[in-house]
């Protein structure tokens, strides 16, 4: 089985295909035959299983909910790691501004990114941290 045949599901529509990172993931944004829109990942010896990656979403889920599409599957098969999640929209924010410009759209889209880092750093920070340690 190839990693374009697993990122292919049953009746859904290809959008685009990503190449993700420096591990030769694919990404394929799918439409599927419901209308929803999700991002199958497709992996051939992952340095992060799925299964990891699934665990790593939901501790950040829990910080940033309305900011983490849900994974709606793992899978492992024929040595090619799966993951399938939401696609809340066909492009990234990096993606959409290096296309349009740094519109007052995606600047909010950024600012709203921002705070809820910030939001997220400050009410998990811990007593005992030292500036001075800093290199």
């Given at each position: 089985m190839?990693?374009?045949?697993?990122?292919?599901?049953v009746?859904s529509?290809?959008?685009?295909t990503?190449?993700?990172g420096t591990s030769g993931?694919q990404?394929?944004?799918?439409?599927q035959?419901?209308?929803a829109?999700?991002?199958?990942?497709?992996t051939?010896?992952?340095r992060?299983?799925s299964?990891?990656?699934?665990?790593?979403?939901?501790?950040m889920?829990?910080h940033?909910?309305?900011?983490?599409?849900?994974?709606?599957?793992t899978?492992?098969?024929?040595?090619l790691d799966?993951i399938?999640?939401?696609a809340?929209a066909?492009c990234s924010?990096?993606?959409?501004?290096?296309c349009?410009?740094?519109?007052?759209?995606l600047?909010?889209?950024?600012?709203?990114v921002?705070?809820?880092?910030?939001?997220?750093?400050r009410?998990?920070a811990r007593?005992?941290?030292?500036?001075?340690t800093?290199?």
């Open positions: 190839s990693g374009h045949d697993a990122g292919r599901q009746g529509f290809l959008l685009r990503i190449r993700s993931a990404v394929f944004l799918l439409r035959p419901g209308g829109t999700v991002a199958t990942k497709v051939r010896n992952p992060v299983s299964f990891v990656q699934l665990q790593r979403h939901a501790l889920a829990k940033f909910a309305s900011h983490t599409p849900a994974v709606l599957a899978a492992t098969e024929a040595e799966i399938v999640t939401a809340p066909l924010l990096d993606e959409a501004i290096d349009h410009g740094p519109t007052p759209e600047h909010a889209i950024w600012r709203d921002v705070a809820a880092l910030v939001t997220v750093w009410s998990t007593p005992g941290f030292d500036r001075s800093i290199c």
